[in-house]
């Protein structure tokens, strides 16, 4: 999560414009898989069926201009105040004005021999567009470090 975040932060070209990052991490769960664009290896796909995102919550983090990582709830009830469908993220561009959207982290499914790993980064921008990404990240002597970033997903309407 933290190392997702920082090379976001040093790399704004990837994130030129701030995201909420809600602090609940995304359920992959309930994703449907069989529509991506790209198929995760199949052992990513069963470790994270195997973590509940239930009770983990992501630290509250603001670790540059473009991140700050947000309660769910709170977000959840700005978008809920005005009462429409979809709602219309006027209460939330209240709250957070610069914000372009929302973005979620699931937890991380390991490899096998525990050098790389994937998160499934998903984000919501107004009620126009949303999408998701699968980020495989690498360790090494310094940490993990995203490698590739797969779009599995995009709706723009």
């Known amino acids: 999560f933290e190392a997702l975040l920082a090379d976001e932060c040093m790399h704004p070209g990837k994130a030129p414009t701030p995201e909420i990052v809600l602090d609940m991490p995304a359920d992959v769960v309930s994703e449907e898989m069989a529509s991506w664009k790209w198929q995760p290896p199949a052992e990513y796909v069963e470790h994270w069926a195997r973590r509940s995102s239930n009770t983990m919550r992501w630290p509250k983090l ?29 209460y939330f561009y209240a709250a957070f004005p610069n914000a372009r959207g929302i973005a979620q982290v699931s937890l991380p499914a390991y490899s096998a021999d525990g050098r790389s790993a994937a998160v499934l980064r998903t984000f919501r921008h107004d009620i126009y567009a949303s999408g998701a990404d699968v980020v495989v990240l690498m360790r090494d002597a310094s940490g993990w470090r995203p490698a590739q970033v797969h779009n599995v997903r995009l709706s723009i309407f």
Do not use: Q, Y
Request: proline share 10%; with cysteine; hydrophobic share 40%.
């Open 62 to 90: 603001a670790p540059c201009a473009n991140r700050r990582v947000a309660e769910k709830e709170k977000v959840d009830a700005l978008l809920a105040k005005d009462g429409k469908i979809p709602p219309s993220f006027e």
